[in-house]
């Protein structure tokens, strides 16, 4: 059989025709959601779902690797945290979109009723992986899966399972041991005989006793799993908690100010919990202190640890989430009650922060519906405030003119628009996936898709003012990328009549650099030189190799535009983050950033004005 790229199975699951449990799913995007981490919780759960285990198998194969004792660990160790995170998110939307692909309750419990058979047997006949047993036990005639085990690239006996499962026990004693272990649990689990013990098809089968037992067992353990959610209503839940947490995540660990800030309006923008009150610990006096939050200044509460019932103190000591109702009479602390009068909410909840010299609580209020999903889904809130501590306060730079500064309105904006564009790009995926490959605005989508990560990456290098994001260079074709944003501007243009010329010179070199910050300086030229020009106007972009006086060669932009010319008071202050005159909206900012990351480059800015028009001319040298 020839062999394949592993790669290119990685997705195919689906397209055998393998759905996943939704209940699987559900634990698993829980388990995983904001994770930096593998846990044992998640890998027990993969090894419940025979799709997303044969997922992980192809992704961890290896041309020419032998299947023998494999550890399932140690194939998850294989396979990046992103990966799986991406597998099981990916198959949870597409079930979404396709609810027909839902698998049927009683074929996902016989392949696990059949897995608990084949670990036992393994174990009772000192077969030396367990581990590879159960998996020979999941997989052995689910639905779809022969085909699907017989294209990875392994020189093992999985494979082999669910080709020998029918044949006759005389037949299968010759052998190898996994095939043989697949069968006996398989016929095992069809009759429930332990009495027909020597038809096991095994050299040396367990006595009727402990074949019985395990039986028991099997059906104990299957027992616990029959009442896992499987409605498209909690996969779609469980979607969305996935999400948000992958966001917050991302949101406050690139955060330059207080985490705890971070996590508290965050729980306000997903969760509708509100009126937040950062509560920190001070070892000293053994007190929750009341912190300010950003510009929220604190109410003036402390509470003695020692002795009390405050739900904040409960969440300080069992780091978990606690959450009192307004109508929980004596049993609730009076500051809980009144905390939660005072906004006015059905209740409120503490949030552990943090340990050591930033164990703390963040307090927050809401109605009872919010307030039980924390109760539901504890896991996610304690994540979240892990996070919320790791991001640790950073000062803000010490100019003159505070936040009117460059540096000053880039954290600024950095902080808020993060997390809206992490939602815009989960309902692309989700949107792309209804869709199809294939839709007809399949290329647009991606053009969106592209634009957001740009955006994102501009937001996290501008953010780092200190000079601790490395540049990143490419070899990058001006011509190409003046071409692509002349294109994704046309909607900004062609309905004022402008028209937009891209005169490229022959033969030019491809230029060395960050091409995203290469990509905002043209694009904010371009469209200052739109917003510059009247309808029915011209602007020009050129792109062209030039040489100086001294032999030095450079690449030669220039974008000009047809517009009435800069006021020479402007003109002084031109590239100055100062106040903008085009109206509500434009931050002043645009020019600035240009020169900032023109030089950045290794480049220089000028321009000349006159009543017919501006051009600037970026010049960027060659090595």
């Keep these: 059989m020839p062999r394949r790229n592993p790669q290119s199975l990685s997705t195919s699951a689906l397209a055998a025709g393998i759905p996943s449990y939704p209940g699987v799913l559900i634990k698993l995007l829980d388990a995983l959601a904001g994770a930096s981490s593998l846990s044992d919780e998640a890998r027990t759960w993969f090894l419940l779902d025979p799709a997303l285990t ?5 992704l961890s194969a290896r041309p020419g690797a032998s299947s023998n004792q494999h550890s399932f660990a140690l194939l998850c160790g294989q396979v990046s945290l992103a990966t799986l995170k991406g597998l099981v998110s990916n198959v949870a939307i597409r079930q979404l979109a396709n609810p027909a692909t839902t698998l049927p309750d009683a074929d996902w419990l016989r392949a696990i009723s059949r897995a608990h058979l084949c670990r036992a047997l393994a174990q009772q006949t000192l077969y030396p992986s367990p581990d590879e047993a159960w998996l020979a036990g999941l997989l052995c005639d689910f639905p779809g899966i022969q085909r699907a085990l017989s294209a990875l690239p392994w020189r093992g006996f999985l494979a082999d399972v669910p080709r020998f499962l029918l044949e006759p026990a005389s037949r299968l004693h010759d052998v190898t041991p996994l095939p043989r272990l697949a069968a006996a649990a398989w016929h095992l689990l069809e009759t429930r005989n332990p009495s027909d013990a020597d038809t096991l098809s095994l050299l040396s089968p367990p006595d009727h006793e402990s074949l019985r037992v395990m039986l028991q ?64 610990l001070d070892k000293r006096s053994s007190m929750l202190e009341s912190q300010d939050l950003g510009e929220l200044r604190a109410q003036p509460i402390s509470i003695r640890v020692e002795g009390s019932n405050a ?7 069992t780091r978990l989430p606690v959450v009192v109702y307004t109508d929980a009479g004596s049993d609730a602390s009076l500051l809980d009650i009144q ?40 896991e996610r809130y304690t994540h979240l405030g892990r996070l919320a501590a790791r991001a640790t306060p950073a000062a803000e730079p010490a100019a003159e003119s505070g936040d009117s500064t460059l540096s000053g309105r880039v954290h600024r904006a950095a902080h808020e628009i993060n997390n809206p564009l992490g939602i815009i790009k989960n309902y692309l995926s989700i949107l792309k996936a209804k869709l199809g490959d294939e839709a007809p605005i399949a290329d647009e989508l991606r053009i969106i898709h592209e634009e957001i990560d740009r955006i994102v990456r501009i937001v996290r290098t501008l953010a780092h003012t200190d000079g601790s994001q490395a540049m990143l260079s490419e070899e990058t074709d001006i011509g190409l990328l003046a ?58 972009l050129e792109t062209a190799q030039a040489t100086n006086h001294k032999h030095e060669h450079f690449i030669e932009l220039q974008v000009s535009d047809s517009g009435p010319g ?30 900032t990351l023109t030089e950045e480059l290794g480049g220089s800015l000028s321009f000349k004005t006159g009543s017919s028009g501006t051009t600037f001319q970026l010049l960027f040298p060659l090595e």
């Design 483 to 540: 071409e692509y944003l002349v294109k994704i501007t046309a909607p900004t243009w062609q309905p004022r009549g402008i028209q937009v010329t891209h005169k490229p010179s022959e033969g030019l070199p491809r230029l060395a650099c960050d091409r995203d910050k290469l990509k905002q300086i043209l694009l904010n030229l371009l469209l200052n030189a739109l917003e510059a020009t009247p309808n029915g106007g011209n602007v020009r």
């Design 566 to 595: 800069i006021r020479p008071e402007l003109a002084e202050q031109l590239f100055a983050p100062v106040a903008t005159e085009k109206g509500e909206g434009h931050a002043g900012l645009g020019l600035a950033i240009v020169k």
């Design 217 to 280: 067992e099997m059906d104990k353990s299957v027992e616990v799993f029959s009442a896992l959610a499987r409605s498209q209503q909690d996969l779609m839940g469980a979607v969305s908690r996935f999400t948000q947490a992958e966001l917050a995540t991302g949101e406050i660990l690139e955060r330059t100010t207080d985490g705890v800030l971070a996590a508290a309006r965050l729980l306000a923008e997903q969760d509708g919990l509100y009126d937040p009150l950062y509560l920190r």
């Design 311 to 317: 739900a904040a103190v409960r969440a300080l000591f």
């Design 339 to 378: 905390l939660a009068r005072q906004a006015d909410a059905d209740g409120v909840a503490a949030i552990p922060v943090g340990e050591g010299a930033t164990r703390g609580v963040l307090m927050v209020c809401g109605d009872r519906e919010a307030l039980t999903d924390i109760t539901a889904h504890a």
């Design 54 to 58: 044969l997922a992980i198998l192809r």
